[in-house]
T-cell receptor, first 114, second 117 residues
Framework: ETGVTQSPTHLIKTRGQQVTLRCSSQ?????VSWYQQALGQGPQFIFQ???????GRGNFPPRFSGLQFPNYSSELNVNALELDDSALYLCASSPPRGRNTEAFFGQGTRLTVV | AQKITQTQPGMFVQEKEAVTLDCTYD???????LFWYKQPSSGEMIFLIY??????QNATEGRYSLNFQKARKSANLVISASQLGDSAMYFC??????????????FGSGTQLTVLP
């Protein structure tokens, strides 16, 4: 059983650029969530994908968007990058609904916007 | 309003001693789950322990136990026999179980634990 993997692990982008982060969910997990963790803070929920549809969103602007693919892997896209977007981006996968178990996290992608 | 409150930004504990990390939460739901995660400097969030709101017994996982006091809305993490490798940031999180809604986690601000040799 493979865990949650994210790529890339580190990324440096310039303000105004666009970025795509990728996440492969744990085997058998059909729900993927994305979180943003600014330095010194707890993770903040961005959105969640279930069966390839966004089914929940936190307080993030539309320039944060995502996709989920039939194999349950997911992408997070951020357009028009701002300096405040610098953070650790965490992906978490969860098992099918009806099982109230923990979410498994990847190692994160550390994004720096300069 | 803060849903998860961790009032200890930093804690120190001597190796082999026990330590309690505090967490209080706020919810009007009857059904919810409480989680503790460990985050080393590498960044990965490592699941430690889970407590469901309807669980009558406190959860335990090896050296970790969760002191769940529902009426006080607290879910403190107890680490027994601390080890140097326990030095990390610890986050308390809550998932409110609502039919049809996203199963998101709401995190506290974390407690940085340092285990002293």
């Amino acid at each position: 059983e493979t865990g949650v993997t994210q790529s890339p692990t580190h990324l440096i982008k310039t303000r105004g650029q666009q970025v795509t982060l990728r996440c492969s969910s744990q085997s058998g997990h059909n729900t993927v969530s994305w979180y943003q963790q600014a330095l010194g803070q707890g993770p903040q929920f961005i959105f969640q994908y279930y069966r390839e549809e966004e089914n929940g969103r936190g307080n993030f602007p539309p320039r944060f968007s995502g996709l989920q693919f039939p194999n349950y892997s997911s992408e997070l896209n951020v357009n028009a990058l701002e300096l405040d977007d610098s953070a650790l981006y965490l992906c978490a996968s969860s098992p099918p609904r009806g099982r109230n178990t923990e979410a498994f996290f990847g190692q994160g992608t550390r994004l720096t916007v300069v | 309003a803060q849903k998860i409150t961790q009032t200890q930004p930093g804690m120190f504990v001597q190796e082999k001693e026990a330590v309690t990390l505090d967490c209080t939460y706020d919810t009007s739901d009857q059904s919810y789950g409480l989680f503790w995660y460990k985050q080393p400097s590498s960044g990965e969030m490592i699941f430690l322990i889970y407590q469901g709101s309807y669980d009558e017994q406190n959860a335990t996982e090896g050296r970790y136990s969760l002191n769940f006091q529902k009426a006080r809305k607290s879910a403190n993490l107890v680490i027994s026999a601390s080890q140097l490798g326990d030095s990390a940031m610890y986050f308390c999180a809550m998932r409110e179980v609502q039919s049809g809604s996203a199963r998101q986690l709401t995190f506290g601000s974390g407690t940085q634990l340092t285990v002293l040799p």
